[in-house]
Nanobody
Framework: QVQFVESGGGLVQPGGSLRLSCATS????????MAWYRQAPGEGREMIAS???????NYADSVKGRFTISRDNDKNMVFLQMDSLKPEDTAVYYC???????WGQGTQVTVSS
C-alpha cells in the first residue's frame, strides 16, 4: 500500500541538480525516521539518506556532500536536494520510512548528456 507520493524526478545533465519531494497525508509520519532509497537497473535497493524527526541526518558515502535530505513536519513532507549529479546516480528514487515498512511508488531520475 503506497503511503507516500514522490515527485521531482526527470532527466538532467551531469553536474545538474534536482529536488525530489515526498508527501503524505498521514501525520503519524511526522515522528518517524524517514529515508530516501534508490534502485538502479539490475541493482538492489539502497538507502542513500535518512533523517530523524528532529532533523539529524545520515548519508551513504556515494552521495555525501552532494545530496541533502530535509523534512517539513508541519507539511508532512520530506525532500532530497541532489546537486552535482553523476550518470551513476541514475535510478528510481523512493521515499520510505527508515524501517522500510512504508513506501512510495518511486520517481525516475536519469542523469545523461
Amino acid at each position: 500500500q503506497v503511503q507516500f507520493v514522490e515527485s521531482g524526478g526527470g532527466l538532467v545533465q551531469p553536474g545538474g541538480s534536482l529536488r525530489l519531494s515526498c508527501a503524505t497525508s498521514r501525520t503519524v509520519f511526522r515522528v518517524l525516521p524517514m529515508a530516501w532509497y534508490r534502485q538502479a537497473p539490475g541493482e538492489g535497493r539502497e538507502m542513500i539518506a535518512s533523517i530523524l524527526s528532529g532533523g539529524d541526518t545520515n548519508y551513504a558515502d556515494s552521495v555525501k556532500g552532494r545530496f541533502t535530505i530535509s523534512r517539513d513536519n508541519d507539511k508532512n513532507m520530506v525532500f532530497l536536494q541532489m546537486d552535482s549529479l553523476k550518470p551513476e546516480d541514475t535510478a528510481v528514487y523512493y521515499c520510505a520510512t527508515a524501517n522500510r515498512v512504508y513506501w512510495g511508488q518511486g520517481t525516475q531520475v536519469t542523469v545523461s548528456s
